[in-house]
């Protein structure tokens, strides 16, 4: 009797070291957000050459959000904090018709709310620590109001830096000239992403990181999420699967001495 109470102590004991490294690894602690907008254009070009489907609706003229992802120094920060706080349409539902224009699911081969909910889910759940995004709708009403600060798709018209199939432009040179439209402090600058496909570069990102206070801040790491796709939640039994998927890179850093594409929005 008393070498069954040892083996079910020994059995308790082990499961709350289990548990505790379990909390550990979940952990929502975080430095800063990384905050990202995508141009529709190129996740079109990447979806394409993989033989994934990508749609752009007319109501999409510019860059969109990607994502709002609390980060930590020069690693990627938490990802799936709460996974039993599921994404719920609902919540958000005064956002929906921004949230179609300005942070639009472009992959036709998922259900509209897929983006979202998998956004909320990886990124949403460890922001909650923070008041200005402390549930789902005060995280999606944040990222929509960082778009709406930083309208880079104003920024880059202001410096001659438009759409269009038949031109490249010099990474270097946008670089210098948004950085005092986006910042005033000095030294804080943003970073620009790139899809490269048949050895060309595509100008696909534009990253700025903010202050859990959400005062621009300067990046301490590379991108967060560099993929162009998303995996649907609903397809996945575990998410711990999704997280891997975050080990295969589209994007690089645009290199400051190359130039790059800019295509056209087509509609199809």
Excluded at 15 to 34: E, G, I, R, W
Excluded at 152 to 171: A, E, M, Q
Aim: with cysteine.
């Amino acid at each position: 009797m008393i070498f069954l109470k040892i083996c079910i102590l020994v059995v308790t004991l082990s499961l709350a070291v289990l548990q505790l490294a379990h909390c550990k690894k979940k952990s929502n602690k975080f430095d800063f957000f990384t905050f990202t907008q995508d141009w529709p254009m190129v996740i079109c070009v990447k979806d394409r050459s993989t033989g994934e489907k990508c749609h752009i609706s007319r109501n999409v003229t510019g860059w969109t959000i990607h994502g709002l992802w609390p980060s930590v120094g020069s690693s990627k920060g938490p990802a799936f904090c709460n996974n039993s706080s599921k994404f719920n349409e609902s919540a958000i539902e005064k956002l929906l018709p921004a949230l179609d224009v300005y942070w639009p699911n472009l992959h036709s081969d998922t259900v509209r709310d897929d983006f979202w909910a998998y956004e909320w889910s990886k990124h949403g759940t460890c922001a909650k620590l923070v008041k200005e995004t402390r549930n789902e709708y005060l995280y999606f009403k944040k990222a929509l109001d960082l778009f709406q600060m930083i309208n880079f798709t104003g920024i880059l018209t202001d410096i001659g830096v438009i759409p269009d199939d038949n031109k490249l432009y010099d990474v270097l040179d946008i670089l210098n000239k948004i950085t005092p439209r986006l910042s005033k402090v000095k030294g804080i600058k943003p970073r620009l992403s790139c899809y490269k496909y048949k050895e060309q570069f595509y100008l696909t990102s534009v990253i700025i990181c903010f202050t859990k206070q959400f005062e621009m801040t300067s990046c301490l790491q590379k991108p967060r999420d560099n993929r162009l796709y998303f995996q649907s939640l609903k397809d996945k039994k575990q998410i711990e699967k999704v997280e891997n998927l975050a080990n295969n890179d589209d994007l690089i850093d645009c290199p400051h001495d190359h130039l790059v594409k800019y295509p056209t929005i087509r509609y199809h």
